[in-house]
Nanobody, 120 residues
């Protein structure tokens, strides 16, 4: 069984920082792509930042210059560093990854979500 486990959410004041982690567990051979998405109450799930298999990154305009996506392939873990947080960043954050399992299958995985709340 392979899955993604997220951590690092919480409550922070505006202007503060948080770092989210997303660890792939189980029989993982490699992580092909990884990204972070968020969903605020009553809204659709939107892309925040993604890491492609070629190493390039994409960011939503609303987080450019404030958020940084990174990954540690040796640990099968991805990160989202969030600085200068704003109340409008409040949402449930989800990690997504396309992985190759130890038995050679490709799986598109989602984490369970972690709540980020930014107070004004």
């Amino acid at each position: 069984q392979v899955r993604l486990v997220e951590s690092g959410g919480g409550l922070v004041r505006a202007g503060g920082s948080l770092r989210l982690s997303c660890a792939a567990s189980g029989s993982i051979s490699s992580i092909n792509t990884m990204g972070w998405y968020r969903q605020a109450p009553g809204k659709q799930r939107d892309m925040v930042a993604t890491f492609t298999s070629t190493g390039s990154t994409n960011y939503a305009d609303s987080v450019k210059g404030r958020f940084t996506i990174s990954r540690d392939d040796a640990k099968h873990t991805g990160y989202l560093q969030m600085n200068s947080l704003k109340p409008e960043d409040t949402a449930v954050y989800y990690c997504n990854a396309v992985v190759t399992t130890g038995w050679g299958a490709r799986r598109n995985l989602w984490g369970q979500g972690t709540q980020v709340t930014v107070s004004s």
